[in-house]
């Protein structure tokens, strides 16, 4: 079966071998019975994209627990194909709340077209914080050095579409590097390669601390404390004992300590220290 690159070779060679200026032939009559020159192709060289089910897929993980939704992407010619894939793995993987930058995606998807967008299948995982490129080119030989600058296998026919000068693989794994992202390729099964993108996840912003306004109490108020924190529990008779009080005065400093927190009731009108008015008291004591 006649492969995509094959196609693109063929085409190229046809193009060359076209006869130009006055001794060009003349084109075949259209249907409305018109001759003239032959239309001169948009990417001389680059063949049309894979279509049907040899086209892009792009696979959309919601959860590992269900099967991801799958977009096929199609388009007119290659660099539209491009165009396409980048922008709509960028728009999923943002829905999904991933933060990978659109350079990134789009230098990954060019570089596709060394494999001759064999296969290709781009998986969207983690709320959108890994992305997996896929497909079943020729794959890449020399991992290290793909990712250092200069090193390309691009063809003069690739270079109609993509820069083709290998600054693509090293600028996105140095853009990555500044968000704390990591770029890997390995192996593919069946041959090819597999480029995994990794975001950090997204830390959630914690909650701004309450501050708690601070509780101002009266001599008499603190002595409360310490003798609860003392007796254990006390009612307002005992407590007036204590203090030299009323009763009544005794009850209206337990409401008052009650209302904010400090203490809390045990029955039968004896009240007993809260944790905040043991915090209070060991930071005042």
Do not use: W
Request: one cysteine or more; charged letters at 25%.
């Amino acid at each position: 079966m006649e492969s995509f690159l094959d196609r693109l070779l063929a085409d190229h060679e046809a193009a060359r071998r076209q006869p130009r200026d006055s001794d060009e032939a003349p084109a075949p009559p259209s249907r409305g019975g018109m001759v003239g020159p032959r239309p001169e192709p948009p990417h001389r060289g680059v063949s049309g994209p894979p279509s049907g089910s040899a086209a892009p897929r792009i696979a959309i993980y919601d959860t590992l627990t269900a099967p991801p939704r799958v977009v096929t992407i199609e388009a007119a010619d290659v660099p539209a194909l491009i165009a396409s894939m980048a922008e709509k793995t960028y728009d999923y993987c943002r829905q999904q709340g991933g933060q990978v930058p659109y350079s990134v995606i789009n230098e990954l998807v060019e570089n596709l077209l060394h494999a001759c967008f064999r296969d290709v299948v781009i998986t969207i995982l983690d709320d959108g914080h890994t992305i997996r490129i896929s497909d079943h080119g020729p794959g890449v030989d020399d991992k290290e050095r793909a990712f250092l600058p200069g090193f390309t296998t691009a063809t003069a026919e690739q270079r109609l579409v993509i820069r083709g000068v290998g600054s693509g693989l090293p600028l996105a794994r140095d853009s990555l590097q500044l968000l704390r992202g990591v770029l890997t390729v390995e192996d593919n099964l069946g041959g090819g390669a597999v480029f995994t993108i990794r975001m950090p996840a997204t830390e959630p912003t914690p909650a701004p601390a309450t501050v708690q306004p601070p509780v101002k109490l009266t001599n008499r108020q603190i002595k409360v404390l310490v003798l609860l924190m003392e007796l254990g529990e006390a009612g307002p008779t005992a407590m007036s004992r204590e203090l030299g009080t009323s009763s009544a005065t005794a009850f209206r400093e337990f409401v008052e300590l009650e209302n904010k927190g400090l203490i809390h009731s045990r029955g039968e009108g004896k009240r007993a220290l809260a944790e905040a008015g043991l915090t209070l008291l060991e930071s005042i004591l």
